[in-house]
């Protein structure tokens, strides 16, 4: 399979996350999906809370379900996307990066991956899609690395 048909299947499974957000109070659903070293695909959606502050990002309720299977070690990329709901469809134009607190936590699988992971960031619409290393996203990041916990 070819880079951008890993890329696609990936966001394609990012939208199909997007449907199951919970996102009562924005009505912005995003969507992650996290490609395995094995290829397995772990996705998750927004989970918003009445108490707004609890609310958990797409990417956070993916991460904490591979790091309830084991799998946190095992992260090779992340597409992300996020819209509107519109029927079937999402609306948005502009890619969805990873919030602040996102790139940190994927941060914690990637180094215990020991990969600088993809970050395929997707518009709603699917027009516009921006790829980076996670390291573009959080330079200099602090991690597991800094407290001595990835073996070598
Ligand atoms: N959101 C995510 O799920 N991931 C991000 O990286 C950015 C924001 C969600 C949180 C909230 O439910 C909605 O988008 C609007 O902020």
């Not at 919030?99 to 994927?106: E, F, H, P, S």
């Not at 180094?111 to 980076?132: N, P, Q």
């Not at 290393?133 to 200099?140: K, Q």
Request: proline residues 5%; contains cysteine; negative net charge.
């Amino acid at each position: 399979m070819s880079d951008h048909e890993d890329r696609d299947a990936l966001i394609a499974a990012a939208r199909d996350a997007a449907a199951r957000a919970y996102a009562p109070y924005s009505g912005f659903h995003v969507g992650a999906a996290l490609l395995l070293d094995n290829g397995d695909v772990v996705t998750g959606a927004n989970v918003e809370n009445a108490s707004y502050g609890l609310t958990l990002c797409a990417e956070t309720a993916a991460i904490a379900k591979i790091a309830n299977e084991g799998w946190i070690d095992r992260l090779a990329a992340v597409a992300i996307i996020g819209g509107r709901p519109d029927g079937e469809a999402l609306i948005g134009s502009e890619p969805v990066h990873p919030c602040g607190r996102c790139r940190q936590i994927l941060n914690e699988a990637a180094e215990r991956s020991k990969t600088d992971i993809a970050v395929h960031c997707a518009s709603g619409d699917g027009a516009a899609i921006r790829s980076y290393r996670l390291s573009e996203l959080l330079p200099a990041a602090f991690g597991p690395k800094d407290l001595g916990l990835i073996p070598d």
